[in-house]
Structures are given as C-alpha cells and as structure tokens.
C-alpha cells in the first residue's frame, strides 16, 4: 500500500496510512488509534502525524533526513506513542517490523499537550516506508 493523493498543485495531500500488526491494533483501539485514525499527511509546506489522538506537525523543510528503522521490541513500542528517554524522539508504531525516522532540525511538541516537551525526531510504521522517505526528499 503506497501514499495515496488529494488534489493537485500546492494544495495537494499525501496520506500514508500505518500498518498495523494485529497485536498492535487490539491494544491501540481502547486509545483511539486505528487504521482510521493514524496516518501521515505530506502537503507542499508540512508533515502531520496523526495517532489516534494524538498530533505531531511541522514545517516539511524541518525535516533533515529520513531513515528506516526496525525491527522492535513488541513491549517497547505497543499502545501510545512512546517516548525515548535517551534523545527525547518520538515513536507512533502500529508493527515491530519496520518504520521510518524522520528527524528535525527544530524539535517539535507531540507527545503532551502543553507543548513544552518537544521531539527532535518521530519514528513512525506505515506501510510504505521507502516511498514516505522519498516522498520527503
């Protein structure tokens, strides 16, 4: 399943949805996030992560580089989106097998409301890694 997309021109949207492994969607749906509610949108002049309720967005030319990752542990990374306590990066995973690292010039807020935590990078499983990361470059 590749980015699908909406319009065309400068206001054209690019939605990638996540793959989710079974094990990840039974515990993701009592938070609210579901196939339909977790995705990445690409426009001309931003990236929006959306995970069940939860929201990561920035400017597209924030995003320095891209790198695939994985696999992971189920314990570490199933539910909500974690927090790395390491660097502070953010990981919205939906399967253990693959993701893809998007990483920030300027850290962005995501993970609580107030905005005051800020991430210096987002893991994020969707289905289509390699044309997510050539969709940002």
């Given at each position: 399943?590749?980015?699908?997309?909406?319009?065309?021109?400068?206001?054209?949207v690019e939605v990638?949805p996540?793959?989710f492994?079974?094990?990840?969607?039974l515990?993701?749906?009592?938070l609210?996030i579901?196939p339909?509610?977790?995705?990445?949108?690409?426009?001309?002049s931003?990236?929006?992560?959306?995970?069940?309720?939860w929201?990561?967005?920035?400017d597209?030319?924030?995003?320095?580089?891209?790198?695939?990752?994985?696999?992971?542990?189920v314990?570490?990374?199933?539910?909500?989106?974690h927090l790395?306590?390491?660097?502070?990066?953010?990981?919205?995973?939906?399967?253990p097998d693959?993701g893809?690292c998007l990483?920030?010039?300027?850290?962005?807020?995501?993970?609580?409301?107030?905005?005051?935590?800020?991430?210096?990078?987002?893991?994020?499983?969707?289905?289509?890694?390699?044309r997510?990361?050539?969709a940002?470059?």
């Amino acid at each position: 399943m590749t980015g699908r997309r909406f319009g065309m021109g400068p206001h054209s949207v690019e939605v990638f949805p996540f793959r989710f492994d079974r094990r990840y969607q039974l515990a993701g749906l009592p938070l609210g996030i579901t196939p339909r509610t977790a995705g990445v949108r690409i426009t001309e002049s931003e990236v929006v992560v959306v995970f069940g309720p939860w929201r990561l967005r920035t400017d597209r030319d924030n995003v320095t580089s891209t790198t695939i990752t994985g696999p992971y542990q189920v314990l570490k990374t199933i539910g909500p989106p974690h927090l790395s306590l390491a660097d502070r990066g953010l990981s919205c995973a939906t399967n253990p097998d693959e993701g893809l690292c998007l990483r920030f010039d300027r850290p962005v807020p995501g993970i609580e409301p107030t905005g005051l935590l800020r991430h210096p990078a987002v893991t994020v499983t969707v289905a289509d890694c390699s044309r997510l990361a050539a969709a940002l470059h």
